[in-house]
């Protein structure tokens, strides 16, 4: 059973720093992109970062400088550093995977998301 780990949210004041980590486990043949979106209170889910197995990354256009997002394959975790921080960005980050299945047959790509993590961003 595939699942994800994410750890790093908390309480932060404005202008302060915090690191996200998203671990995948489970039996996965390959890991392909990965990537973190965040839904604040009454808005929608929205894309904060993907990153490619190769490590090409796509950000949203009104977090590119603040946020970086990065990998490492060996321990299948990808990572968001955010710094910077305003009281706009406090909502849950949601980390999610794509991945392949070690079956032969099974050509298909897979995702999956995690439960969340809470950012809050408050003096």
């Known amino acids: 059973q595939v699942h994800v780990v994410e750890s790093g949210g908390g309480l932060v004041q404005p202008g302060g720093s915090l690191r996200l980590s998203c671990t995948a486990f489970g039996n996965i043949f390959s890991l392909n992109a990965m990537g973190w979106h965040r839904q604040a209170p009454g808005k929608e889910r929205e894309l904060v970062a993907e990153?490619?197995?190769?490590?090409?990354?796509n950000y949203a256009d009104s977090l590119k400088g603040r946020f970086t997002i990065s990998r490492d394959n060996a321990k299948n975790t990808v990572y968001l550093e955010m710094s910077s921080l305003k009281p706009e960005d406090t909502a849950v980050y949601y980390c999610?995977?794509?991945?392949?299945?070690?079956?032969?047959?099974?050509?298909?790509?897979?995702?999956?998301w995690g439960q969340g993590t809470q950012v809050t961003v408050s003096s």
């Open positions: 999610q995977i794509y991945y392949l299945l070690p079956d032969p047959g099974d050509y298909r790509e897979y995702n999956y």
């Open positions: 990153i490619t197995k190769s490590g090409v990354t």
